[in-house]
């Protein structure tokens, strides 16, 4: 049985929030009410916009632009498709999207955000918060309004310091680099080998690696050891932690290589940054 429902958590001059649940495939027509952003938090969809087809898989979203026709398809047995629609009107939020070139980028793209941008912990924490039944709407759009300033910011940040010329290739290039980095972001006590961003993104290594360096000033390896230290330094100031448990939940091989890249970093080994020995 096919059944989707549309909660509307919000609705005022400033904007919408809706919640959308689906179960099975469904085939849904819509018109955009302003700036729309649509994230699918479990599932998969696919959007047909101005015979554009984008498919947007869970944890990621897509910004249509005001008084846009789209359709929404999720593919032929479908279980379950969680989503969240916000949208902004322009007219109450001052959001300045940098120039046309970049403008024309953010829009109809599907973006990995789930980990690695504040985007994601909003969206996360709107679907993680569904069963609520008021929320602050206003203060939710203002906040999404700033998170998609930011995004735009980054975006164009990207786009100009990205040795690629052609916008084409750049709106190819420079999603997949970001869903790297968030993969990095979500695996960071794994191992994650260069052989293994490159075949994901399917960007040759050295290419990839030269592009990831350009884009976020550091390697694939710089960002997962700044993401394991980050944690580490947390994890060490609590006393329900031994150090060898730490070291193993971060994903190195023994104490020693945790501690000595600890205090290659921090300047001291973890025993004296925290005060206490080996428990």
Known sequence: MNTFTNELKYSNKPGQIKLSKAFGSYHFKGKTKGLALKYVAQGHETY?????????????????????????????????????????????????????????????????CANSTPFGNAFKGLHVDEKKSEVDGLALLQSFSNKLQDFSIELYKLQRVIDVQKTKTQSILIPRLLSSRNFIYKNFRSKITLDLLAQQSNISKYHFLRLFKQCFEQSPQELQEQLRMTMAKQLVLKEKYSFSEIAFHLGYNDLAAFSKQFKRIFGVPPSKYSGRTEN
């Open 48 to 112: 047909l916009i101005n015979q554009q087809i984008v498919d947007v898989p869970q944890g990621h979203f897509i910004l249509l632009h005001q008084d846009e026709n789209y359709e929404a398809i999720t593919p032929k047995n479908s279980r379950q498709i969680n989503g969240i629609c916000i949208d902004l009107n322009p007219d109450i939020f001052s959001i300045h999207l940098n120039d046309s070139k970049q403008s024309d980028f953010l829009f109809n793209t599907a973006f990995d």
